[in-house]
């Protein structure tokens, strides 16, 4: 079997909780709580949750735009983890981010034509005169017109902004693209253009995605396997389908249930769960889902629950579908 | 000062219920413009729309950024700033009497008592240096008129009521020490405190998780169910609209396009834009196709809408009629109405 494109193995990302006054470390926040993933190349891995989940996190962390606390990422055969920040960078070329906010993340004070033009001057892949070339090449691959280039981000709508950033991130030709949240600020009519052009782009290019998002139905229409993520655990992996239809995980099924139908008077509501997610700096005993959930066991407080691989090929967190 | 037991007979819900809920709508606008005169220039955002609501009802106003939903809402309540905006025509009817013509004083005595909002974002709502118990009896006694003690009593039973644990703690507390969706439940209290006849909820879930807006949604269906309040839901999501209207009325640039019963409007859409917005939303099926369906083009900008029908340069079936004169909402079959030149059938 080929050798996966990424391997993530106890992966934790844990921030420190400052005093006050001394600003001395008092606890931390476990954003990122121990996960291990696998990612093909071709690849799309969803990555569910509700905020505080920690997806954006791992995201983050899996790229080293968040230092790693513990565990080991290990992208193209080589270990990533605590790569010096020089030999890190012409990776970066192979593993590019693509924010929730275009407007935040590209500079109003740029034209379109020098944002894109910069990847390639920060790691000198393409000579002064070849700007030009390159950057209508992308303005035309993420279907935005030749002049976007000297305009402005203001100047575009929200889409179009999107564009721009997914057209920066695939500047330098990079086989991995963690996508955080990025059609949800998007209205709905905008949302299917930017979902079409980032699966067309995955085909053309041959990319592989980990695609962050809260919304179950846009992660339904563009991965292959989900993840769904509680309190900076993985609760359950598999394939799309066997997810979405035949969930096992306690999570899984009540976040599915709460996803409202847009077919009028289908599925109502009933099985709400309650509660709020707890803290991550003070994440409850046990399986950290156990206070909501509606199967909870007296071993559900004190044993967290190991992810295993169940007949039927997902991977479950949750004591009863365990050993 | 009120006896504290008449107070709470008012509040009964079943005492305040109308004598006949059939005939008047609880709320009826009628042809309302709203102009804003900035430096670039004057446009219309709301241009000229008509809709009513019945008590015990839940009409649904679905749009995208800049349909001008939440403009609609702002000026029927009069919570626009005028300057820059300026309602250039149009009636609110609200109990006999239009709310554009209100004194003052007297529409913002109506504003919490008979009719009442909820916002997208509740911590911005909300004051952070009171504790959410009084800005909860702040209601009461102003409207009511209640005493302090009468009304921290009921401030405890509307906190209940809205399903936070605790309600004697919950009341001591401030809004930071609520999540997102306790500190939408307080709002939600606040806004039902006076039992009003009508709701406004302006994205109400949209800053939420979708757990936490089940229980929402669930919350404000179980309210209306127990107060008979006509309730007005502003959305961008179709399928919270699908879940929780008995109406629609759908907004494209300032305009309602379509309105009808959920059932009747999502199983056959009759404005392409409509169904345009309803075959893009991305669906959890077994085998999604492997492209979705697309509204071409951009949601135009404020003060840039198109002459003729505004959806015209993005839609397939737009001919030069289209782009010359806007069409009118006219009824289209059984209660339902389509702004179209042609309307789609299937």
Redesign the interface.
Known sequence: MAEPLLQVRELRTHFPILSKLLRRPVGNVRAVDGIDLELEAGEVLGIVGESGSGKTTAGKTILRLIEPTEGSIVFEGRDITRLPLREMMPLRRRMQFIFQDPMSSLNPRMTVGRILAAPFEIHRVARRDQLGDRVSELLSMVGLPADAAQRYPHEFSGGQRQRVGIARALALRPRLIVADEPVSALDVSIQAQILNLLKRLKTELGLTYIFISHNLGVVSHICDRVAVMYLGRIVEMAPRETLFFAPKHPYTEALLSAVPSPEPGRARRDATLGGDIPSPANPPSGCAFHPRCPHAMPRCAQETPLPTRIPGGQIVACHLHGP | MTDPHQAATKLDPVARKAPDSSAVPALSVENLRVRFRLPGGAFNAVDGVSFSLHQGETLGLVG??GSGKTVTSLALMRLLECPPAEISSGAVMFDGRDLLWLPERTISELRGLQISMVFQEPMTSLNPLLTVGRQIDEVLIRHLGLSARAARARTRELLGVVGIPGPDQAANAYPHQF?G??RQRVMIAIAVACHPSVLIADEPTTAL???????I??LLERLQREMGTAILLIT?????I???AHRVAVMYAGRIVETGP??AL??APLHPYTQ???R?????????E???????G??P?LGDFPAGCAFAP?CAFADEACRRDKPELLPAGARREVACWKPRHG
């Open positions: 995208e950024s999540s969706g306790m998780d979708v757990t936490i807006q089940a229980q949604l669930a961008h999501d179709l399928s919270v699908a879940q929780t959920v059932g999502f199983s345009g917005l309803l893009s939303i991305p669906r959890i099926v077994r085998t999604p492997p492209e979705l369906p697309e509204i071409p951009v949601v900008d993005r």
